[in-house]
């Protein structure tokens, strides 16, 4: 976090977007009273306005924004001002369809949602960065602005297109990607299928072909996709840098793996001034409350360790899934100080004032349909009384006890065809080694696999890999570098397998990895649906099997020593856990899909093996720990219906009322 982005968000961030564009003026006075009725300190404003501030090209109307801007410093309320490039209004489409995107199939997609925008195209640039110039130019020194906000969630709904436009971009990036047509026909294994490209103009975008498309082409295509939005941030960004000084920059990301899949943030998290996310609960059966502290972890991962902001999240329900349930009492205040306490400076939602027209009328916001005598106004003012009294946090980082490897290119990769099954899952594996983590109590930073030459096993005693299909050659030495100074290292299977080109490595897999695991993996063996296998860790303990087993061969000599082995199968015999002691550390090996108390079994051996004694707290209670300048705060969230005692580092005892959330100050 930069020094401006700490200086905006004193005090802590608590509000919304708000969008006084859809309510007649007589209700914005309302607004002001309840916003500080409610302990609002910011909200986000402009971000779907483009039509309204300019309605004809080159025609702009201030009267209202130049009001509201005014009627909020006022009331003392600070604005993350928008630009509102994610939604270029209709006279823009009409003038130049060709900035509208088109699918892999050929199909240009139409106006009358939002972000549908060909983010190669040279009109949707030049008036994004018009419009970012006469907001900046008008608002940048306003004393109200806090915040820049540029355009909205990038990636969704839509961040590919496949234009003539983006074909000729496409070209020019690989260019500076490979350098030579020899290297990207080298880097793409073009030979095969005889796909070797003589000119740079026979070069297309991965449109839909007769059968897989050329992986390695398609893999580089997202990062191109990504790295096209990005560049335009970048545009919008250095603008308001220059015309709005001393101002933090940021924009809303989707870290969580479960809402947003084709952008890179490792990447992006260097280019903002401030990260903040946007997060919502995802009623897919999982607890939810799991998916939370993972993504604030992520999240304060992609930021470096620095605070963040959340900039989204409901009150209640949402409105885009097939089920939108309520939150329940109190569920509201432990989604939004989970994420303060993972690292968030504070606490914003979408939205302020609940719609009453359009696509999201039946999201949940922080006044209601109902208004003030409901349930979720009266916990939103509590909530801002709460937030209120937490400046002291300010001065504090989240303190994590383990480190994990999480890579959105590695996903890309492994999602594409024709691996050797279609459920293999690399976030479903986050997922459940995460879980598992987590009711340890154990916080996690996250580090990029180019992340890690440096990682210091005192700091983090255990480093888990829960599924790294590409892997670069250099991360071996990191790797072997954290083991032999006596780090414990946890990886599970299909990891190492291939390179940052979707090339296998070369030798036997798992290439990458194999030397530090001890071990190789002479051939995979996917199972069926349904087939389950039996794995053997000693007389009296067994576990369950599924989706995958591998024929794997202990190095010979100072090779692994096998922990467990599966008992039946077609790997029958062959090591499904291992352990190599390398220098001061070890590294463990999973050659299968655990899950549940299974998986947990194997976590617990390793955390042991690194030296950690968890916290020993009941199902579903968290004590996440932030500690600083001012002191040390322990939150203790409970999750459960019924209350808890929780054990404090000296060895008192806290009461946690039934789904409360208490925190718990030690002052230097």
Sequence with gaps: MSPSARRALSPLA????????????EVW???????????????SLGIFSWARIEPRPGTYDWE??????????????????????VVPPAWFYRAHPEALPVTRDGARLAFGSRGAICHSNADYRAAAAQITTRIAERYGDHPAVALWHVHNEYGAPVLTCYCDNCAAAFRTWLQGRHGSLDALNEAWGTTFWGQ???????????????????????????????????????????????????????????????QCEGVDYWAWGAEVDLVSNDHYLVTD?????????????????????????????STSGVSWQQHNPAKAPGEMARNSLGHVARGSEGAMFFQWRQSRSGAEKFHSA????????????????????????????????????VAMVWSWESWWAQKLEWRPSQDLDARERLDAFYEALYDRNLTVDFFPPSGLG??????????????????????????????????????????????????????????????????????????????KLTVTAGPDTTFEADLWSEFVVPNVPDG????????????????????????????????????????????????????????????DVELVVREGESGTFRFAINHTDAEVKVVLPDGTCAAVAAGAVEILRDPR
Aim: net charge negative.
């Design 14 to 25: 608590y509000g919304g977007d708000y969008n006084p564009e859809q309510w007649p003026r």
């Design 29 to 43: 006075e309302e607004d002001m009273r309840l916003m500080r009725e409610a302990g609002v300190t910011l909200v």
């Design 64 to 85: 209202w924004l130049d009001t509201i801007v005014g009627m909020l410093h006022d009331a003392g309320i600070r604005i993350d001002l928008a630009t509102p490039t």
């Design 196 to 258: 070797l490209y003589g000119d740079w103009d026979e070069i297309t975008p991965p449109r839909t072909t007769p059968t897989v498309c050329n992986p390695a082409q398609q893999l580089d295509f997202q990062r191109f996709a990504d790295a096209q939005a990005r560049a335009n941030f970048c545009a919008e960004r250095d603008i308001l840098h220059r015309l709005s000084p001393g101002v933090p920059v940021t924009t809303n990301f989707m870290v969580a793996p479960s």
């Design 285 to 313: 059966g999982r607890r939810t409350h799991v998916n939370l502290a993972l993504t604030a972890d992520l999240t304060r991962s992609v930021a470096g360790g620095a605070p963040w902001l959340i900039l989204e999240h």
């Design 366 to 401: 922080m006044l209601p349909h109902g208004g003030t005598g409901t349930r979720v106004w009266r916990e939103v003012a509590d909530l801002g009384r709460r937030v209120g009294d937490l400046a002291g946090l300010r001065t504090t980082r989240t303190r994590a006890d």
């Design 454 to 531: 440096d990682l210091d096993p005192e700091r983090y005693p255990l480093l888990v890999v829960p599924q790294l299909y590409a892997a670069p050659a250099g991360i071996a030495a990191d790797l072997e570098r954290y083991v032999s100074r006596g780090g414990t290292l946890l990886v599970s299977f299909f990891s190492g397998i291939v390179d940052e080109n979707d090339t296998v490595h070369p030798g036997p897999v798992p290439g990458a990895l194999r030397d530090v695991l001890g071990l190789t993996v002479e051939e995979f063996d996917a199972l069926l649906p349904g087939e």
């Design 560 to 619: 692994c020593e096998t922990v467990a082995t599966f008992a039946d199968g077609r790997a029958a015999g062959h090591p499904a856990l291992t352990r190599h002691a390398l220098g001061d550390g070890a590294a463990w090996y999973l050659a299968t899909r655990l899950t549940g108390a299974d998986l947990a079994a194997v976590v617990d051996l390793a955390v042991s093996d690194a030296g950690i004694t968890p916290a020993g707290l009941p199902h």
